[in-house]
């Protein structure tokens, strides 16, 4: 994965001892497998698109960023006009988390993030229906990987008359609605 620097601000704080930074952008790629909204031409990797949006936590804090970049990216750099500040009296060990697609109603208690896998979506030819495939990363730095939360399905209907498709679980088992997602001990997600 490719990693580019971010720009960060320091803070002076009253107390000359304590750094403090500010958040300004976020640099966001995938994972170990492959991660995101957008199908690439070669059908098998995930890209962000232009003015992909993710909402971005720390502490108690959380704020709305922006995808920069003006092509389906691997990896791109999100930048917001409110600025999350970390360091200070948040613990050395605090994470920064992020979730994809931002939500007003996705939630962190920071060990997890609670957010809403759809119900439905309207099919995209060629790739997924924007917010349809819920992505999470968290980080010490301002560099994330981002790992899918559920898996996609990639079919091809050939019918025109065809107005919908309903997925089930085998056992009735849920497969939308709201979810809790922690990091596991190899910093993996868990549901």
């Not at 720009?7 to 000359?16: A, G, S, V």
């Not at 970049?69 to 200070?88: M, W």
Request: hydrophobic fraction near 30%.
């Amino acid at each position: 994965a490719m990693i580019t620097g971010c720009n960060q601000l320091e803070i002076q704080h009253e107390d000359e001892n304590i750094q403090t930074q500010q958040i300004n952008e976020i640099t966001a790629y995938n994972g170990d497998t492959s991660t995101k909204t957008v199908l690439a031409n070669d059908r098998t990797s995930i890209l962000w698109k232009p003015n992909d949006q993710i909402k971005v936590f720390y502490g108690s804090a959380s704020a709305q960023y922006t995808a920069m970049n003006t092509e389906p990216e691997e990896c791109t750099i999100f930048s917001s006009n409110t600025s999350l500040v970390y360091g200070g009296t948040e613990s050395s060990s605090a994470y920064i988390w992020a979730v994809y697609p931002y939500s007003n109603d996705s939630a962190h208690d920071k060990t997890s993030v609670s957010l809403t896998v759809p119900s439905s979506t309207t099919a995209v030819e060629g790739s997924f229906a924007n917010g349809s495939f819920p992505a999470i990363g968290r980080s010490k730095d301002t560099n994330i990987a981002f790992y899918n939360v559920c898996g996609g399905i990639c079919f091809t209907v050939t019918d025109e008359n065809v107005q919908s498709v309903t997925i089930t679980g085998n056992n009735n088992e849920d497969i939308a609605g709201t979810v809790k997602v922690g990091f596991d001990e190899n910093d993996r997600p868990f549901v």
